[in-house]
């Protein structure tokens, strides 16, 4: 088993405001359903570990796009969303930010007990790994974050968190149990941060020596891992920026959306009556459930979908993400029930768009398509942590 990935974030203070936490656990419910009918239980816990993957999930939820306030709101968000779904779904997210980290062997006990795992097993992993990434790796990132999500058969990924306040960074480290074979040599699957320097590391492959002269973390001897954890840095600044995109995925999107209708497609007749700034969101959202590995490089694109609390790149359209949110609502609840053309048609939206992106070439101006938004946002409910849109003054004036 090793780390999965890391990633390295601007560190913010902000809060997520109750409009939307409510929001972001329905649609990371509704994720979460949908990728589990389509893949099983074992391909959420091998996403959680993918640091590109999770900072794409915070965007299309309405997150700041490159916040650390990603990883505390998305993990609180689906731990309670799921854990009252945990015996039908089968996941179980334990612990979380401050107080809530420290109540993780607790859970994980109380799991253990109603689902025969062993829970003295997984308070031991779940506490290595933290030694781990708060002694082991003296990086100087304290841990203040630690969730810990299991399944029904015992499979896990952890997604922890640590604070350098002196750089005014975060950087989130993620786990995976699949992949893990020593706790004590190159167990990771993935850190994300900027390059700090020289640190000390003893759990890489070359302390191995100091390792074994100054602790003994458990009674399995070191192995040799040679798979390289992801790594994801996140820029300083706030606003989404032409480079922070692939400019042709993002391009391919917004002409499915805009510039076509559900009926120029069959596959996407089911989606009809579905408005085009909808099915922006409802494109992004379909990546994020379908997509490969291999699409998440640019988690700002997704911040299209939804916006961020912030105002980056535009404030969150409220009246969309509801529609976003109900159509994947009864999507999911279709094909429980043995009907996923509509599950089927939200899929198609993402695979038209990738097949979109061959020769495509984005003419959209980047800055004036974050200017529309902005200024249409007020028509879709926008609401940011200062609060409600209000439309430009000259539409204001047509008002009266």
Known sequence: MKRSGSADLPLHYGYVPKWLAERMAKLGLAI?????????????????????????????????????????????????????????????????????????PNELIKIGNATGLDGNYLVRCSKLSAKVDN????????????????TEDGQWTVVQQGMSPGSSTARRYHWHSSSLKSFVE??????????????????????????????EMTNES?????????????????????????????????WLAHEKKPADFEELLLLEGVGPRTLQSLALVSEVIYGTPSR??????????????????????????????????????????GNSDKQEAIKKLAEIARRAEKGFTPNADFDKVIEKERNESWRYGGQTVFGKEKPPLNKQLQLF
């Not at 309405?62 to 309670?80: E, Y």
């Not at 002694?135 to 299991?150: P, R």
């Not at 299209?304 to 999911?332: C, M, N, R, S, W």
Request: net charge positive; with cysteine; glycine share 8%.
């Open 135 to 150: 002694t082991a790796v003296q990086d100087g990132f304290q841990l203040y974050m630690h969730s810990f999500i299991v």
């Open 296 to 337: 998440f490089k640019d988690p700002a694109r997704f911040s299209f979908a939804h916006g961020g609390k912030d105002g980056h790149p535009f404030p969150v359209p409220v009246k969309v993400y509801d529609e976003t949110i109900g159509v994947l609502q009864q999507a999911v609840h279709k094909a429980k029930i």
């Open 32 to 104: 979460t359903e949908a990728i589990i009918t389509e893949y099983g239980k074992a391909e959420i816990l091998r996403r959680l570990s993918d640091p590109f993957w999770f900072q794409s999930l915070g965007a299309v939820m309405g997150m700041d796009w490159h916040s650390s306030g990603i990883t505390t709101s998305v993990m609180g968000a689906l731990k309670r969303a799921i854990n009252p779904h945990s015996k039908d779904l089968g996941i179980y997210i334990c612990g979380g930010k401050g107080k809530f980290s420290r109540e993780t």
């Open 222 to 254: 070191p192995k040799i891992m040679l798979a390289e954890a992801q790594k994801l840095i996140m820029p300083a600044h706030h606003d989404v920026r032409a480079k922070d995109v692939d400019l042709k995925r993002l391009g391919s999107v917004l």
């Open 186 to 215: 190159e167990p990771h699957t993935a850190i994300c941060g900027i390059n700090q320097g020289n640190i000390l590391n003893m759990v890489a492959r070359e302390a191995s020596a100091s390792r074994n002269s100054v602790m």
